[in-house]
């Protein structure tokens, strides 16, 4: 009766050890999900932080060709998906004439060198009618390029850069961070049962 008596003692205490383990494992695994959660929340951040200096800016007025302006162009806020930077914005007709075939010219700047290097982006449709809408988009390596700036628009007819009026379009939407779900494998025994309880007695050698 005595042995019987301690050795349930010993496992009752050898099961408590092993809950108190478990409940280190399930700890450890959520300050390691939390951890993980906030790099990668971090990390996000720095790169929208860096993904704020490729907000277009309006071109000196200089460059700016005389004369009343044929375009008002919204420039949109950068997105970052899937390893790559998504520029767009929206191109309206404000003139009294059709224009065609429209692109608008971008100067990237390279994150490696600092360098300078020009591009452009066609606007859809190619024909906008007076009051109509185009948009545009381009599509950028993340790591490739630190900003992007609006430098000019051009039509079809005889290349030529177009007076413009420009203003900030869409904005980013807000970050958010998926929550992380921890699975932690149960136990051998059934529902925190004793291998020994009265229900399901076990032979003591």
């Known amino acids: ?27 450890a695994l959520t300050v390691t ?45 950068a997105l970052l998906r899937g390893g790559q930077t998504i520029i767009g914005g929206t191109v309206r007709n404000i003139s009294a004439k059709k224009l065609s075939g429209l692109t608008v010219a971008l100067e ?13 982006a066609t ?19 993340a790591q490739q390029y630190i900003s992007v700036r609006l430098v000019g628009l051009k039509g079809e007819a005889d290349s030529a850069q177009l007076a413009y009026t ?4 869409q904005k980013r939407p807000p970050e958010r961070i998926e929550p992380k779900v921890v699975t932690v494998p149960r136990s051998g025994s059934r ?4 291998l020994n309880s ?4 076990a032979r003591v050698p």
Do not use: W
């Open 33 to 77: 999900a939390i951890v993980f959660a906030g790099y990668t929340y971090l990390r996000k951040r720095s790169a929208q932080q860096r993904l704020a200096a490729i907000a277009a800016q309006a071109p000196p007025t200089s460059d700016i060709p005389k004369g009343p302006a044929k375009a008002h162009i919204l420039v949109d806020d």
């Open 166 to 169: 420009t203003a900030s379009g």
């Open 191 to 194: 529902g925190g049962e004793f």
């Open 1 to 27: 009766m005595l042995t019987d008596s301690t050795h349930t003692e010993l496992f009752i205490e050898e099961k408590r050890s092993t809950g108190r383990k478990l409940v280190a494992v399930v700890c």
């Open 123 to 141: 606007v859809e449709p190619h024909d906008l009618e007076p009051d109509q809408e185009g948009r545009y988009v381009l599509k950028l390596p």
């Open 198 to 201: 009265p229900e399901n007695p």
């Open 108 to 120: 990237l700047r390279r994150r490696k060198d600092g360098s300078l290097e020009q591009t452009s």
